[in-house]
């Protein structure tokens, strides 16, 4: 029985990245989605030692959430198609920044008991400093707009594309 390669069985997407680009963007969100995976793994193990439990438990959620997510963007990656290789960088960044602030932010909360940007997992902790609270409300709001970004870039690039005539006879 002869195994064909993904490129030989699917289309793949006429993307402007040449073929080790996508190889390596694909290796790279793999990796992170992984680590972030593990991330969340790991962050429960503490539970007893952080003073809000109940956030430590949301960020082992969006560990083991958002690295199953980059781990799904990095096996998609072949199909998606992008106008160049700026459009690529931005997704990827916005993703691997958004993923890691999101899960600090969320230690954070956790460790000194924040409560303005958490109102549910902080529910009856008396809160932490202002500044940081202050912060960790701003960081939360600009990476779950980092995060809508790379969604609707990755939408559009995995559009339905009409093919001209002569490549459809193939």
Known sequence: MKIESIENTYHLSQTSLTKNQVQEYRRTYLWHGFF????GCIIPMFIDLYTNPRAALSAHTLGIMMGTFLICVGLAFPYIEFAGKWLADWAFWLLVVSSYSGITIQVMAAVFGLI??????????????????????????????FTLVACFIILYGLRQVKFDSLSSKE
């Open 116 to 145: 303005k940007t958490f109102a549910i997992t902080g529910k009856g902790f008396p809160g932490g400093p202002e500044w940081m609270e202050i912060s960790v409300d701003i960081t939360a709001k600009v990476i779950s707009s």
């Open 36 to 39: 972030l995976f593990v991330l």
